[in-house]
């Protein structure tokens, strides 16, 4: 069964602080990569997705991951973070049906960002 | 357009009652999802639809949880019997599902308290 490790649950920075969120996943095959956002009293939102191609992928608001097919890893980075980016940032990974379409996301747990002014 | 609906936002009832939820995903979308958000399991995959078949069911919790849909849209999800560990926010997310690629999008949920 795959699995979704987010290695930090709850991080504080200040504003103009540089971010890194670890995610690893286990799984042997082709896979997808999400990260998604969940602002406070907002549903889910998808901040950036990984399908194939450049593995560093740009998404909404600055964010960017990197995808590490030999570490098993899909980090989300910001250079510099706003107050705004308070939120629960939530790493996952499915993979695609031989015949198209695609299985259920696997989560991590998620981790609880705070930016301070 | 507009994008994944669910109803009701917020459900309260008493153990042992059952319950369905309902979820409108975006028009055309082929492909639905159902989750469930609690504070001790974070987020789960419950079941999956194609159309209106399920061909995984592997995360339903029990045979007191199952889900339909219809016309390929509109799906409910029905907890019978309910219990307290049943309390959770429970997601519905729909995609496109053309091609190699795919993006869920996911409605504001509804949070089911069971008494």
């Known amino acids: 069964a795959q699995s979704v490790s987010q290695h930090n649950h709850h991080v504080i920075l200040s504003e103009a602080a540089s971010l890194e969120l670890g995610c690893n996943y286990s799984y042997g095959g082709t896979v997808n990569l999400f990260w998604y956002v969940q602002y406070p009293g907002q549903h889910l939102q998808l901040l950036l997705k990984y399908f194939s191609g450049d593995p560093l992928v740009k998404g909404i608001k600055g964010f960017e991951a990197e995808f590490i097919k030999s570490k098993f890893s899909f980090n989300l980075r910001k250079p510099s973070v706003q107050w705004s980016d308070t939120a629960e940032y939530f790493c996952a990974v499915n993979r695609m049906y031989s015949g198209g379409g695609a299985d259920g996301l696997t989560f991590g747990k998620g981790t609880h960002l705070i930016i301070q002014p | 357009g507009a994008g994944v609906s669910q109803s009701p936002s917020n459900k309260v009832t008493e153990k042992g009652k059952d319950v369905e939820l309902r979820c409108d995903p975006i028009?055309?979308?082929?492909?639905l999802y159902w989750y469930r958000q609690s504070l001790g399991q974070g987020l789960e995959f419950l079941i999956y639809f194609q159309g209106n078949s399920a061909p995984d069911k592997s995360g339903l919790p029990s045979d007191r949880f199952s889900a339909e849909r219809t016309g390929g849209s509109v799906s409910t999800l029905t907890i019978q019997r309910t219990q307290q560990e049943d309390s959770a926010v429970y997601l519905c997310a729909s995609s496109f599902q053309r091609g190699e690629t795919d993006t869920q999008y996911f409605g504001p949920g509804t949070r089911l308290t069971v008494l």
């Open positions: 028009s055309g979308h082929t492909a």
